[in-house]
């Protein structure tokens, strides 16, 4: 078969670089001949080089056009795309056009109806009611809504990244004999990239960070869905607990975002550390932590979120605080399987008797790491590889 494999994130982005080139190459080393469609940002000339020589090493064809901000962008990306996509067609038997995410829906359908190949929707988060929750472009992303019920039944399969987002798309769109097959499918985690910690002393001196401090880690980006204010109260809770510990933002934006929710919450500055990284760098700052929080804002538009963090933070052995309501977090984390916890609330209370329970460790790092294999890039690439197997023409 021949995967024609669409998104409009690119690789050389953090996403591309965690979420879509590990399992591109990881399925092409497989032996399934693959395509791969995206929008790349300008200036990453040096990325672009590095991933064409690792998509050529395994066979994979590499097609970029050029990102452009939404949201006349966006049409302007798709439309290149579409044209891209009809090119390849014509070069090449497609037999599975795979979608990443909702902007490249149409051109699949587009590519389905060109060729017959069969179509998998890579669902992802609830893409159009997070821009809705955003509060951006809303008429906008209420029109894209409005199609994600064609989507999901134009595909012949969809991938969602939680098993609640499954239940609400079969219970909002699902009531006739053609609707797809569904699968699930969590953001993973490279193990090998992500590792136990050798030694923390050299990135904990780098960073100023006493060998006794209880390191509090934040990874990822700073917004509104990230509920930095509620992170700086429990922050303030572990403080009570532990009153060396350190917050440490491992963030590629807002550091003086932090730094005024700090102040705002009656914290030191000297407490906190905010730095940025290079991919190859987080595990060692992860490994550098004792725990790590990650609180996102729970609503409709996050049922179908599974965040990348957490995987990564789990594969080093650094245990997990995280609040209910988010994708399948409320079953994944838990004392006794990843040394890991949801919090119910967010009162300085809940927040305190929490940290009391993951400080306690009764798992080990090796045991942290060992409960989340299933979030393993390996375990990932297995589950697609299945899907593109029951999508097969072949054996059809």
Known sequence: MTVLYISQDGITDHIGQSQIAPYVLGLAARGYDIHLLSAEKDGREALVADYQARFASVGVRWTAISYHKPLIGTLRDLASMARAARRICRAERITLVHCRSHPTMPVGIAVKHWTGARLLFDFRDFWADTGIARGRFVPVFRGLKRLERRFVLAADHVNCLTERAVTHLRRQYVGTAEAP????????????????????????????????????????????????????????????????????????????????????????????????????????????????????????????????????????GVPVVANAGVGDLDTLLSPTVNGSLVLTDFAPATMCAGLGQVLARPLSSAEIRSSALALSLDSGIDAYAAIYETLDVRGA
Do not use: W
Not at 203 to 209: C, D, K, Q, T, V
Not at 238 to 250: K, Q, W, Y
Not at 286 to 296: C, K
């Open 181 to 316: 097959t569904f699968s699930v499918v969590p953001c993973c985690a490279d193990f090998d990239l992500f590792r136990l910690p050798l030694n923390v002393g050299p990135i904990r001196s780098e960073l100023g960070i006493a060998h006794d401090a209880t390191v509090l880690l934040y990874l990822g980006s700073i917004g509104v869905e990230y509920l930095l204010d509620s992170m700086m109260t429990l922050f303030v809770q572990l403080r009570e607990l532990r009153p060396n510990a350190i917050f440490l933002f491992v963030v590629n934006n807002a550091a003086d975002t932090v730094y005024a929710a700090a102040t705002a919450a009656g914290l030191p500055r000297e407490a906190i550390r905010v730095t940025g990284a290079a991919r190859s760098r987080v595990p060692a700052l992860i490994g550098a932590s004792d725990l790590s929080v990650a609180f996102i804002r729970a609503d409709l538009s996050k049922i179908g979120c599974s965040p990348t963090k957490v995987g990564e933070t789990l594969a080093c």
